[in-house]
Structure formats: C-alpha cells, structure tokens
C-alpha cells in the first residue's frame, strides 16, 4: 500500500510540470485573443505625442483596408510635441523673466555675486534646453562656478542659448562679481599674491623669480611646504596590523581545527586502552591513572609527542586527585575537549561509576565500533581534502603544458 502511495506521488511530480505549461498556453492563448478585441480600434484616429522637448514614441498599428479584408501591420513613430515659432519664442521670453531667481544661488542678486551660481542645462517643464557661456572663463565659467578670486567689482557678460530642438534663441544677461569678504590674514595674503604675481612679470627675463625679503614692513623667510611621503609608512602599518589580525584569527581557527582532527584520530586508542585495562580487572579511575602515567613516560622518554586527548585526562586526574569528585572530572574532561564523542564518552564514564561496572566492558565495545567508522571517515576525509588541494598544482601543469604546445603551433602558422 504504501509502495503504491509513492507511486502516485511520483507520477503526479511528473506531471506537473506539463500541467503548468500546458495551463499557461491556454492563459496565454486568451489573454491574446481578449487583447485583440480590447482597445485596439483608433476610434478618433488619434496617436499621442510625447511631451515637449521629450522622445519619440512607437506604435505598432494593424491598418485594415490597405489591401481588401486583411489587416496590415504598420509601425508608426510619432516625434515629441513641437512649439510653434511664437509659442517657442513666448516660452523663452517667461523662462528669461524668472531667469535671476533660477540663477543667483545663494547671492542677494546678479550685480552682487559672492559665491557660485546655478546654471540649469534642462528645464524639464517647458521641455527646453539652455547653454551657458562666459565672457571670462578664469573668473566664471560655464558651469556657474567661481575662478580665482577677484579684488576688485568685476563685471561680466553670461550668454545662454535656449532651445526646443528647432527653434534657438540667444541672450545676455550682465552680472558682476564682487570681492568676498576677507579676514585681516587673508587681504594680507592676497596682497602678498598680487606682488608676487607683479614680481614674476617683472622678472621674467630672468633664470628664476627672486623672492622679497620684506612685505608690509615684515620681514620675511621661506621654505618649501613639501609633502614628506611618509603617509605610504603609515598606510603599510595600519594594513600590516590589520593583516597580522586576520592572520592571528586564521591562525587560531587553524590550530582549533587541527586539536579537533587529534581528538577524533586518538578517540579509538582511547576507548581501546579504556576497554583493556578495564578489562584486566582495573576501576575506571586506577585505568585512567594507568594511561596517564603511561603517556608521561613516553614525553620523558621522547618516544611520543604531545597528545591533546592526554593533556586533558592529566589534567582530569590532577583535579580528582586534588579533590574533585569523579564524575564532575570525566564531565569536565568532555566538555574541554568540546567534541561530541568526547562529551559521550564523559558521560557514559559518570553514569557507569553511579551504576556500577556491570555493563562497561559491553558499553566500551559499542563505543569501540562506533569510534573506529568514525576515525575510517574522518581518514576519507581528508584524503579528499588533500586531492582538492592536489587540484591546484595539477591544473598549473596543465596550464603551462599547454602554452608548450600552443606558442611553437602558433608561432609556425605566423
């Protein structure tokens, strides 16, 4: 029964699909058909235009009549709405009358201007288009924005062309810059600018410009405003302080990784060590003990190297031995290690000192299968992480094996 449940399931998966497309066929086909007697008739013959100054507009028309009962697909392109001469003429004449409101900015009017203006290149409402010229590009230039810094009123001619596209007019409208207002340093500044300035005119004949020792009854000294380089010193520090950080966090998952793949790897010599000495008539804690003593003299003997598995059951002996009940030491033993089996097996270690040592010898032949698939998978595994990084150097070969053949292939056929 439940063979043919999945069955069904199965071949209605199957089916699916070709009900979704086949269903939207069929939408598809009405949606047309309803399309085509909805809206489509021109009842005024009337095709709209887009707005002035916008774009060009496409209809695809089917046109009955041209040949018999048949209808004809046209395509039609419509161009945006036009002004007449006067019409483009009035509407430059209204944007010009509220032009210096548009314009000045933050300035009190265009006879008093302190900082930039604001040239507009589109006027989107009336669909026109403007272009902006200065009479005195170092002073004001096209874009609105302030040159270099005048001393004195200047007075300047700002030339705008609009245009809708067909019809263009020009006109002029004068403005005037003024000095801004200075601090007492900064005048001294500009002052000092200005001889310099005379100066460099002055000795341009000249192998180089010869700097005054005094201005304004100060005397002066000089000396290059160099930048040191320096910066790039700083720049390197900060990256290597956060390269060395990334490294020490790298570094640290790296090592914790590496202390995870130790404990499953010695998990079967564990359990395996724990099953015979328990079952040579030894308590769970004198075999413990036993291991621990064992491990120590193969570190002073350099006939081993340091295991974290046994650095944590010397530690868990160190704490019962100064007074630490039993099964609290196998339990904190298991979460140090902070793998799964490890954490089992502290657990099935308290429970059978609470319950006795009938079971133990069974329990730790249970545990001894389980750890030895796992320790058999853990193997496999990275046996396939050591062919993944195979990969790299395998793929480099490729690489240069075939620009070996490629180069002299080409260079003969050239």
Request: a negative charge.
């Amino acid at each position: 029964m439940r063979l043919r449940i999945f069955s069904k399931r199965d071949a209605g998966n199957r089916l699916l699909p070709a009900v979704v497309l086949a269903g939207s066929v069929v939408l598809y086909g009405a949606l047309t058909m309803a399309a085509r007697g909805r809206g489509s008739v021109l009842e005024d013959r009337r095709l709209e235009r887009d707005r002035y100054g916008g774009d060009e507009r496409q209809y695809e028309l089917l046109v009955e009549g041209l040949s018999g009962e048949r209808e004809l697909p046209v395509t039609v392109r419509v161009g945006a709405r036009a002004y007449s001469e006067e019409e483009a003429e009035e509407v430059f004449i209204r944007l010009m009358d509220g032009m210096e409101e548009r314009i000045r900015g933050e300035n009190a009017s265009l006879m008093d201007i302190r900082t930039d203006l604001t040239l507009p290149k589109w006027f989107e409402e009336e669909g026109i288009r403007a272009s902006w010229y200065s009479s005195d590009g170092e002073l004001l230039d096209a874009a609105g924005k302030l040159g270099q810094q005048v001393t004195e009123n200047q007075e300047l001619t700002l030339s705008v062309a609009l245009s809708d596209g067909i019809h263009k007019s020009t006109y002029e409208i004068p403005v005037r810059l003024v000095p801004g207002e200075q601090t007492g340093e900064e005048k001294l500044v500009a002052d000092f600018r200005k001889e310099l300035e005379d100066r460099n005119v002055q000795q341009e004949q000249s192998s180089g410009l010869v700097l005054p020792e005094s201005f304004q009854e100060h005397s002066l000294r000089y000396r290059l405003n160099q930048r040191n380089g320096y910066e790039g010193i700083l720049l390197l520090g900060v990256l290597a302080a956060v390269l060395l950080v990334a490294r020490e966090q790298s570094g640290e998952k790296e090592r914790e990784k590496k202390r995870e793949r130790e404990l499953l790897l010695d998990y079967a010599d564990v359990v395996s060590k724990l099953m015979v000495l328990t079952g040579a008539g030894l308590t769970t804690r004198n075999a413990w003990e036993r291991m621990v003593c064992d491990y120590d003299a193969a570190l002073a003997g350099k006939k081993a190297a340091v295991r974290a598995v046994y650095e944590e059951m010397r530690l868990a002996c160190t704490r019962m031995q100064n007074g630490v009940p039993e099964g609290e030491a196998y339990r904190e033993f298991g979460r140090r290690c902070k793998v799964q089996c490890y954490l089992k097996l502290g657990s099935l270690l308290e429970q059978n000192r609470r319950a006795g040592t009938k079971n133990l010898r069974a329990m730790f032949e249970t545990e001894m299968v389980d750890a030895l698939e796992q320790r058999k998978n853990l193997a496999r595994r990275l046996g396939e992480e050591a062919g993944t990084r195979l990969l790299m150097p395998l793929f480099l070969m490729l690489g240069i094996v075939m620009v070996m053949i490629m180069v002299p292939a080409m260079m003969s056929m050239g």
